[in-house]
DNA sequence: ATATAATGTTTAAACGATTAAGTTAAAATT
DNA sequence: AATTTTAACTTAATCGTTTAAACATTATAT
């Protein structure tokens, strides 16, 4: 690579010092008393070199590196890409630059992610913690670095974080569906003690227990994240075979629904009619199912911009309090969970 | 924020010079010839520490940053999310870490991109190039900095780059649809010149041509990026109401097809009854729209990979001769595009 | 005329790490 | 005993920037 245009070569070019030039890019002429002839020859001299400043050196001189890192589950999930987008171009108005990882629900590689990008100097994270990632957020707590949870958070540890009312959308969708007549409502959700699945199921399963409807009670399956496709089908595979017969499907996130839809499609099963179908999160194949698809629509965006809006707040105030931001979906509902007859 | 640990903090914590404690934590005790208990001593100070090197500070020593600029169109766009995450998963393998941005097939903001990534000095670029930003490739070439275009390339520019045959997928895509009998096949396209739109359309175009079936005409329509939805809707509804009937459609992209597949959703046009569909890119709804769709399958993670590879390759070995791969997508046929009787 | 102020510029230290070169003391060789 | 070698460590320069402090001039005030 050619060498890079520095301050020096400016300095040099000019015949000034290095601190001249840099007074004058960083339009500090007033409080450091440069001469106005000599302001305007740096800077022709700096544009017709073409001249971009050396960021890591400023890094290192100021220890902030204006730089955010992402930590999700899978940047290649469109709920967290669409995050991700988002949280980039909030960044940008606020001259943040984002460095994304994907933990894949991994505890460990979450571990490294941190590591290599507290190595990087970001100034703080935006993250989607992963199971059994506690220590590691109490260590970025014992740091001081300032950081805000999207999507879940641990209730024992006081943080930042952006979250949406999982319990109540759960309740919701599920009340929608008992409203709506349906009497045997299973939930495939992911096996997982974050609160963001929990408080699903929980909303869910309060949902059942509230309406008495005798016939009505919870049937619940989990599914590991790993094999989460194959688990599915041997769930779904069992209900249809045990004669265990559910009427409604409630799926806890866009993958899970996936996996599950492409299944029942497989397995010939007509939505709504042999089974009604409630989604969590977005996907632009529920707009086009065969049966327009009901799900809830979590506010991603404003999820992101708060989050961003927080970290970089928290940034150049570390002392604040914690944040907390809770959210409300909605439910989007259509044919897949149409009134029975 | 706690102010971090350094080399400094060890070396006082332990009675050295930072030297040594460089030389011992960096392997290089053989070398530097450090005494066997003292870098023990060492070891575990910066372990007890938890000591994480300044990778900002290495980088402004070694005129690296193990860091990739990645520049896309849309990061929340499936189709990049899947590239990016491959992206990350090879780079990470290599010790190279991702910033990315998204461009917005807008050339104005691709050079902000740019600009603010080579500030951040990055070791190279992988991007998918936009419209118009012929310069800016330029501008990397002159500077030697390495870089990797995906998905598009400018014919007229040498660069490396990792595509796949667009005009032969086009061509095998119209095909199909010809020898399944289709006669008025119109093709929805990005009004772009980008020359993986324009060999997209070529194939299109050629493959309507090469068979000389007299009904069948090229009927291409041509989109605005920026309102691309808008304008589809307002096509199909011209095709519809201005009796030109067509029985097939071919979609350029995965956002066309989803754009066009709720209009038609919209218009009650039956799939494959109505209209055909043969679509470009892959996308979770193409497996189970009521009829499922025939596409174009990239082979991105190839893509992404070769991407990496030839990039690492190039900024170890910066005197190399561009590499350009060209590779084979798969029409994966279904429903959606069944013969005609 | 001389002290004081204002103006314009340079010097040098610092950020945290690396590393060639220098230093010192002990061990080995003559 | 004098010299050389080896081992174990330190010094100091460097990467590109920032910025307080120092240093010259020239202008203004006394």
Chains 1, 2 share one sequence.
Request: with cysteine; glycine share 4%.
């Amino acid at each position: 690579m050619n060498k890079k245009v520095s301050l020096k070569d400016i300095a040099k070019a000019v015949g000034v010092s290095t601190a001249l030039v840099s007074y004058v890019l960083n339009n500090k002429e007033k409080e450091a008393r440069v001469g106005k002839q000599i302001a305007e020859v740096i800077r022709k001299k700096a544009a017709e070199l073409n001249y971009q400043p050396n960021q890591i050196a400023k890094s290192l001189k100021s220890g902030k590196s204006f730089t955010i890192g992402l930590i999700v589950a899978d940047i290649s999930n469109p709920f967290f890409a669409n995050i991700a987008r988002t949280i980039e171009d909030e960044a940008k108005k606020n001259n943040y630059t984002v460095i994304f990882g994907s933990s894949d629900e991994n505890a460990e590689k979450s571990q490294d992610l941190m590591d290599v990008l507290i190595k990087r100097q970001v100034d703080g994270f935006i993250i989607a913690p992963t199971e059994h990632t506690e220590a590691q957020i109490n260590y970025l707590n014992a740091s001081n670095i300032p950081f805000v949870l999207i999507d879940r958070y641990f209730p024992e540890i006081k943080t930042n974080y952006v979250i949406t009312d999982n319990f109540k959308a759960a309740y919701q969708a599920t009340s929608h569906l008992i409203n709506n007549g349906y009497k045997r409502i299973a939930m495939i959700a992911y096996k997982s003690n974050l609160i963001h699945m929990q408080e699903r199921i929980k909303g869910y399963t309060m949902a059942i227990k509230d309406h008495k409807v005798k016939s009505v009670k919870p049937l619940l399956f989990e599914v590991a994240y790993d094999h989460a496709e194959l688990e599915i089908q041997k769930q779904i595979e069992s209900l249809i075979n045990g004669g265990q017969t559910i009427d409604a499907l409630f799926f806890a996130t866009n993958t899970l629904s996936i996996y599950g839809l492409k299944f029942l499609n497989n397995k010939r099963l007509k939505i709504p009619d042999d089974v009604a179908i409630v989604c969590f999160d977005e996907g632009d194949a529920f707009d086009f199912f065969y049966c327009p698809l009901t799900y809830v629509k979590q506010p991603l965006i404003e999820v992101a911009r708060q989050a961003v809006k927080i970290l970089v707040n928290q940034i150049s105030h570390p002392k604040q309090d914690e944040t907390q931001v809770l959210l409300d979906s909605d439910l989007i509902i259509r044919e897949s969970s149409r009134k029975t007859k």
